[in-house]
């Protein structure tokens, strides 16, 4: 920026000695550049590529997820915690030192045990507002419910917030985020549906959902390579394809493992519902980019 400003000051002053008053130089100055939106490519391209350690970090968080589903130990409460926790704190210690790209691959394993919290509690709060609504069922006490009620209300403004923030400065970064998160929650759902608890498949040894353990780590493998080649590549386009292509490619496949044969028409499906969910926060960024370039013009 320092630099842009410079040059944009010898413009003017050049067009000032040439006779041209100060705002009409001004504004001969600006269009001299070029248009802003492929400048704003250019410079993206020029400053967008991480450097091997930015992409060695953000690899990382998929490696760790990729070991717990190969080895079988995320079974094991004290290496889940464990893992679990370096997640939550790489992820918070990278957002209070200035977001570095490799922060957003954490921080979707980050949030993935806040939703799953907030999925198992679903069964007290559901039997709450049942009884409120309908009279009938069991409520759990008023101390219980407002917990319930803060936490819910918590994980949705952390949610909100991460996602509002992180589209402003580029909805690829979302995308990287919530890259993990479709396939990990339908994998719970399908855990917890099979009628294994999720709780009690994390304390036994060998739990039935293990006969995934193989295709989820293939799966989390391929994201670190992605993202990987994310923080590496120069073109945008490439980076979206990137992600666009594990998430429903990488994705389908390992759901198809879960699900078992779904057939090409089931997977075409799956894959176009996991392309919407990746593709979703470009809305986001039109949204709220639009509204940034208002306050700015």
């Known amino acids: 920026m320092n630099e842009i400003s410079a040059h944009f000051q010898e413009k003017v002053s050049e067009l000032e000695r040439e006779g041209f008053t100060r705002s009409a130089a001004e504004r001969e100055a600006v269009s001299s550049f070029g248009e802003a939106r492929s400048i704003a490519r250019m410079m993206y391209e020029a400053f967008s590529k991480g450097s091997w350690i930015d992409a060695f970090m953000s690899f990382q968080p998929h490696l760790i997820a990729a070991a717990l589903f190969a080895s079988h130990y995320w079974h094991n409460p004290i290496i889940l915690g464990f893992a679990l926790a370096t997640v ?9 030192n200035g977001s570095p790209t490799w922060m957003y691959s954490w921080a979707g394993y980050a949030f993935f045990p806040l939703l799953i919290i907030a999925f198992l509690f679903r069964h007290p709060m559901g039997r709450t507002l049942q009884f409120v609504f309908t009279g009938t069922g069991s409520p759990v006490t008023i101390w219980a419910l407002a917990g319930l009620i803060a936490y819910y209300a918590g994980v949705f403004w952390l949610m909100i ?3 509002v923030k992180t589209a402003k400065r580029d909805w690829l970064f979302v995308s990287l985020m919530l890259l993990p998160l479709p396939v990990l929650g339908i994998w719970v759902l399908t855990v917890e549906q099979g009628g294994e608890f999720l709780f009690r498949a994390v304390l036994e040894a060998a739990p ?10 293939y799966f989390c493998f391929v994201l670190g390579v992605t993202s990987t080649l994310f923080i590496r590549i120069r073109r ?17 496949l390992a759901l198809r493992s879960i699900w078992g044969d779904v057939g090409p028409m089931r997977f075409l499906a799956i894959s176009a519902c996991l392309c919407a969910i990746l593709m979703s926060p470009l809305l986001l960024h039109e949204f709220f980019g639009h509204e940034t370039d208002q306050k700015v013009l």
């Open 88 to 96: 939550a704190i790489i992820t918070i210690l990278g957002w209070r």
């Open 161 to 163: 917030w991460a996602v």
């Open 208 to 217: 039935l959902s293990a006969r995934w353990d193989s295709a989820l780590a």
């Open 236 to 252: 945008r386009v490439f980076k979206a394809g990137a992600i666009i292509a594990a998430g429903m490619v990488g994705g389908a």
